[in-house]
Nanobody, 114 residues
């Protein structure tokens, strides 16, 4: 199983990015997917999650209303749309998928700065 995140970049405050989490050898429709982030010198913060059973999505209060999850089943890819980005969103973002066990991607860097 391999998870590959992409889409991280340097963006100005107020901008948008879409992160991707592409999976191989794992059907994302059947897995609980989470996004977490880690800013420099800080702990890991949970950002968002999607329930494979009913497709419900969940967001941390810090991103609610700005971030949204979507899934492309044909591409076996989960997306994290991030709007109205703030400097405090700067972090390494990781996706993780739980099926028989927890699988992690390598992360993608998001930097929000003017």
């Amino acid at each position: 199983v391999q998870l590959v995140e992409s889409g991280g970049a340097l963006v100005q405050p107020g901008g948008s990015l879409r992160l991707s989490c592409a999976a191989t050898d794992l059907d994302l429709k059947l897995a609980t997917i989470i996004w977490v982030r880690q800013a420099p010198g800080k702990g890991v913060e949970w950002v968002a999650a999607i329930n494979p059973i009913d497709g419900d999505t969940y967001y941390a209060d810090s991103v609610k209303g700005r971030f949204s999850l979507s899934r492309d089943d044909a591409a076996n890819t989960l997306y994290l749309q991030m709007n109205s980005l703030k400097p405090e969103d700067t972090a390494m973002y990781y996706c993780a998928a739980y099926s028989t066990r927890l699988f992690w991607g390598q992360g993608t860097q998001v930097t929000v700065s003017s």
